[in-house]
């Protein structure tokens, strides 16, 4: 059952040209035209710093396509520096306490505000047919918009 | 009541009374003579005070007196003890915490709490017990002067617990923490409201030899709040030259917290601040007196835990608007609250790969110790990282600790910032940073997951559970510095695999089920009173589905009389009758009153009543009484003002039923009232479709339409009520929740609809906790299937190679399976001995014959099986199908369905393989053996 989104389908037409799962990086025909400043990140990032002042990066992306932040210390919020397009707690247990769900809602609403949309674990498992070559086959949504493998 | 120490008396600690009859307060109360005058009082006033001594209460009761001296509330009605027992071997022994509030100077966070906590009394082998804990309870008391001095915003309440040590007792050690658990059950203060835990066990004989306050133990508990709070303390009270302190949540030694009398509240959520020290020395033993206590590090201490507590009773924040619900799941149910603590554990499931990752931790220890040796012998790898690793480690004592990683962390943090300032465009200026942040966020991994595995002290601790996630970080960050061959043939790609929610779907569903048990005794309840609260008082019984006839009748007579379609006789007034439908009515809708007596207004005008009073009384006394109830309730409609005046007009008017139909006909209705048709009800009932059709052709009556809500609840109460098995106190077998939220749910609405909006917002409240579990109900019955299974499949001797295929297949229906083939194989060998026994007998019949047949077939079948599961391979699975016949004979048409799904299965397993190994271009099904890799070490080793 397909359950991308049209926006994340474009996303990942125009930042894989190729079908092939290679760093939009190494391309240089490829534009980099979603929030290439960083403005949107960064206004986002100070309202998180309110939210969790001990906010710090994660190590589960390479700068490529994505970083990740720890918040509350175990929730871990991926950002796709290609799209609009978050993931909370991919791959995770999702073992949070009353509290730890009362601040992924306040979280979720913050990243809506700031217009990010978060995708389910269903939808970055999906993979992504058209991606035929690369680093590996059966590339997945969260591979083409967050950590290609081996990062 | 035990004997022990003799109480000698202990000196007075408290200043000269103060002046005005204020509290006496010490000039210095954290200074160091302070604190000693207080560790002394207890400790040599009080020696071996052990739980359930005479010397133990008198402790306590010098606790409460110091308490009062300082000015403080008594926390326990009008006193500071709070009296409960430790059964022990059957015997119920006493103890006593001491409780005291100081209350906040903030009208909006006053009702919010502080607790300071430390307990009172001592161990069995101790003598005085000077530090651990009279030092302790000196820092509450210290605490306590200082803040009534400048009281804070939030209110604080100050316990020593009592029952804290364990206790040997007929050979058997027991466990303690009596009184601090006893609070998480019983709170003084309400748990959503505690902001803060401060909990202070031993903090007289804090080691500073090395000179680091970073060798004291200080644990914040996750919640950001206390670690904010911790943090901000230490940095207020640093002396010069220390260093910040290092107890912050994601280390193992997290623990401690379940050592001490934090523990309980942790549980619960309440955001803790945990001290602890001095557990180099033997804090149970009879040195541990005075002598051992150091007045400078007490007071140093004491000044530290103080300031958390200004910290957090001064933060302007309120719990709602930082995000913080202490209390769990269910603040207001406290049975949710005892069995989410015990769904702490790990999951059964789950308990095999925490063993199997306990045994292995020696090696995870000596490779990431490695890895991390390799890690500072190579040069380059800092250098790539831009860090000065070797400096770093060399500034904290050549010791790869906890300040080394959150320097890497800082670094990390300060070159994903450079990262976001360049254009996303520019390649050549992002490669540079993303090669550095590499390689830091390699050695940021490496450093995390080494330093959490190597202070891992024993395998089974509860935070073994995040060593997945830590080898993970091994892993990732060996790949990314080219380190990998360092964890070869250790960690393995089913390691890595982060265990599931701790809490099972099964446990999880259980706990649900016996907790709403709860629920239904409640609404249940509620709806008795509607119909007489006297009896509901009285019964913990719920209603019962005759209790619907009283008001059936109600609502037929009402109709009856609103239709004009009745036949009601008229007769005497019975007051008896009618207080028991009046209190139907009136007496249980509580917050419902006015609406009610609006509609019953409408129709019978109240004013009528008191005017006819004044004519009819039969004295002039009786007459002013009901005149003047007849006035409050006409001034204050209400549910308890109408059925005061009611059942003392009806008790008046008992011989006089004349005054009643007079009542009537001056309403000039010129048909029986109201209170006439009900009170008649009770004598003639008629039944059938005729009187359903005079209760909907009166459905716009306002009495009926209020008794028809009233109705409606109470019918939902029951249908609620039902589905539950009170003798077990739990959800009945056959119920699922699913329908019990369905009749959770009526039961709001209907709770709604009758203007109940307390009762409602009450019940929805249910509403809203159960849904999430419903998700879970699925998965739990087919969890305890498996379990069941699975048992019989490992009896079998299968367990091992079903159980890792059921985890990979959708359902585990594999599992299932493997159960009922385990559970038939096990039978067929039970025919072994029976058969050998009928052989031994020299029996040659037809029933020996079938025996040795199934005994042959079995053999066959389990020689496959076996062969599948010591030694996968292509051969074993076409061994297995050739075995098909025997399989099919032994088992019926059951067992050859079960090898034909296994065969599907099997084949399922490769096409997965394919897709998520990415193996499939090595043409043709892969073998079990390379599903044995991929699930697991076995294949590799």
């Known amino acids: 059952m397909m359950t991308m989104t049209p926006e994340v389908e474009q996303t990942i037409i125009h930042y894989y040209p190729q079908r092939a799962l290679v760093s939009p990086l190494d391309n240089a025909d490829i534009s980099w035209d979603y929030d290439t400043d960083n403005r949107s990140l960064k206004a986002l990032l100070v309202d998180l710093e309110n939210l969790d002042p001990d906010l710090r990066p994660g190590t589960r992306c390479n700068y490529e396509i994505s970083e990740e932040l720890v918040l509350f210390e175990k929730v871990r919020l991926q950002l796709s520096y290609i799209g609009p397009f978050a993931a909370l707690n991919y791959g995770l247990p999702q073992d949070l306490d009353e509290d730890g769900r009362e601040r992924v809602r306040r979280l979720e609403s913050m990243l809506a505000k700031h217009g990010f949309q978060i995708l389910n674990d269903d939808t970055l498992d999906e993979v992504v047919p058209w991606i035929q070559q690369g680093t590996i086959q059966n590339a997945t949504v969260w591979n083409c918009l967050f950590v290609h493998p081996d990062a | ?941």
């Open chain 2, 1 to 941: 009541m035990r004997t022990g120490g003799v109480h000698k008396g202990a000196p007075g600690v408290v200043a000269q009374p103060g002046a005005k009859g204020q509290p006496a307060l010490p000039r210095e109360p954290l200074g160091a003579a302070n604190l000693m005058r207080l560790v002394d009082g207890l400790a040599k006033g009080y020696p071996d005070r052990v739980f359930g001594t005479e010397t133990g209460r008198k402790s306590a009761e010098w606790m409460a007196s110091q308490m009062k001296a300082i000015g403080l509330e008594p926390a326990v009605g009008d006193s500071f003890l709070q009296a409960f027992t430790w059964d022990i071997a059957g015997e119920a022994w006493p103890g006593q915490n001491v409780a005291g509030i100081l209350r906040g100077t903030d009208p909006k966070l006053a009702d919010e709490f502080i607790v300071v906590a430390a307990h009172h009394d001592s161990q069995e082998d101790t003598r005085q017990g000077a530090n651990d804990n009279a030092s302790g309870c000196a820092g509450v008391l210290a605490i306590a002067q200082a803040l009534a001095k400048d009281p804070p915003k939030r209110s604080v309440l100050f316990i020593t617990f009592d029952g804290e040590e364990g206790l040997r007792y007929a050979d058997k050690y027991q466990p303690g923490r009596r009184g601090s658990k006893l609070y998480a059950a019983e709170p003084l203060v309400p748990l959503a409201k505690t902001a803060l835990l401060v909990n202070m066990d031993m903090i007289g004989q804090v080691h500073l030899e090395r000179g680091a306050r970073s060798d004291i133990h200080q644990w914040a508990s996750r919640d950001s709040f206390a670690k904010q709070v911790l943090a901000r303390a230490s940095k207020a009270t640093l002396q010069p030259g220390e260093t910040a302190v290092s107890g912050y949540p994601e280390q193992h030694d997290q623990a401690q917290m379940f050592s001490t009398d934090a523990e309980p509240l942790y549980r619960l959520g309440v955001p803790t601040v945990n001290f602890l020290s001095g557990r180099d020395l033997d804090n149970h033993a009879p040195e541990d007196d005075m002598g051992r206590v150091i007045p400078e590090r007490i007071a140093q201490y004491a000044k530290l835990c103080h300031q958390c507590v200004v910290e957090g009773a001064n933060h302007p924040e309120s719990l709602s608007q930082m995000g913080i619900t202490p209390g769990g799941l269910m603040p207001t149910y406290p049975l949710i609250r005892a069995n989410k603590s015990a769904g702490l554990q790990v999951p059964e499931e789950e308990q095999l790969r925490l063993t199997d990752l306990g045994s292995r931790l020696p090696e995870f220890k000596a490779a990431s110790k490695a890895l991390a040796r390799a890690l500072l012998e190579e040069p380059a790898h800092a250098q790539a990282a831009g860090i000065d690793l070797a400096a770093l480690v060399e500034a904290h004592g050549g010791l790869v600790k906890e300040p080394v990683l959150a320097a890497v962390r800082a670094h990390h943090a300060e070159l994903a910032a450079a990262h976001r300032d360049v254009n996303k465009n520019d390649a050549a200026a992002r490669k540079p940073l993303l090669a550095k942040l590499k390689a830091t966020e390699g050695i940021e991994d490496i450093l995390s997951g080494a330093i959490y595995i190597q202070k891992i002290e024993k395998a089974g601790a509860y935070y073994m559970q995040q060593v997945p996630e830590r080898l993970a970080e091994l892993n990732r960050g060996a790949r990314r510095l080219g380190l990998s061959a360092a964890l070869k043939d250790v960690v393995f790609k089913h390691d890595v695999v982060a265990f599931a929610p701790t809490v099972s779907a099964d446990r999880a569903v259980h706990i649900a089920r016996q907790t709403l048990a709860g629920l239904g005794m409640e609404v249940g309840a509620a709806a008795f009173a509607l119909i007489s609260p006297e009896v509901a008082a009285q019964t913990e019984q719920g209603v019962a589905k005759a209790d619907l006839q009283t008001i059936d009748a109600a609502i037929l007579s009402r109709a009856e009389e609103a239709t004009g379609r009745g036949r009601l006789a008229r007769g005497a007034c019975r007051p008896m009758v009618l207080d028991a439908v009046l209190t139907a009515q009136l007496s249980g809708i509580k917050g419902t009153g006015a609406k009610w007596v609006e509609n019953f207004a409408a129709k019978n005008r109240f004013t009528d009543f008191a005017g006819i009073l004044k004519d009819v009384a039969p004295s002039a006394e009786v007459k002013a009484k009901l005149s003047d109830l007849a006035e409050a309730m006409i001034a204050k409609p209400s549910a308890a003002t109408a059925v005061t005046f009611y059942r003392e007009f009806f008790t008046q008017m008992a011989g006089a039923p004349d005054a009643v139909q007079s009542l009537d006909d001056l309403r000039g209705l010129g048909k029986p009232g109201a209170l006439t048709a009900l009170l008649e009800a009770s004598a003639e009932r008629a039944r059938g479709e005729a009187e359903h059709g005079v209760v909907a052709a009166a459905a716009d009556d306002p009495m009926v339409a209020t008794l028809s809500a009233i109705r409606a609840f109470v019918s939902a109460a029951v249908e609620l009520n039902a589905l539950f098995d009170q003798e077990r106190a739990t959800v009945r077998p056959d119920v699922s929740l699913a329908q019990v939220k369905a009749a959770i749910d009526k039961a709001e609405a209907t709770a709604e609809q009758m203007g109940a909006s307390d009762v409602a917002k009450e019940i929805g409240a249910f509403s809203a906790w159960l849904t999430p579990f419903l998700a879970l109900e699925g998965p739990a019955k087919l969890q305890a299937k498996t379990r069941v299974a699975n048992a019989q499949a490992a009896q079998a001797g299968f367990r091992p190679l079903w159980s890792k295929y059921a985890e990979r297949l959708p359902g585990a229906e594999l599992g299932l399976a493997a159960g009922d083939l385990g559970s038939a194989i096990n039978a067929f060998r039970a025919l072994k001995p029976k058969a050998d026994a009928l052989e031994a007998e020299g029996r040659q019949d037809a029933l020996v014959e079938r025996h040795m047949k199934q005994l042959a077939m079995l053999a066959t079948v389990e020689g496959a099986l076996n062969q599948l599961s010591s030694a996968p391979s292509p051969k074993a699975e076409a061994n297995l199908r050739a075995a098909q016949p025997q399989f099919e004979a032994l088992m019926g048409q059951d067992g050859a369905r079960w090898l034909q799904d296994t065969l599907k299965d099997l084949e399922q397993l490769h096409r997965l393989d394919e897709v998520q190994m990415g193996r499939g271009a090595r043409g043709g099904p892969l073998s079990v053996v390379a599903v044995r890799a991929a699930l697991g070490r076995e294949g590799r080793r």
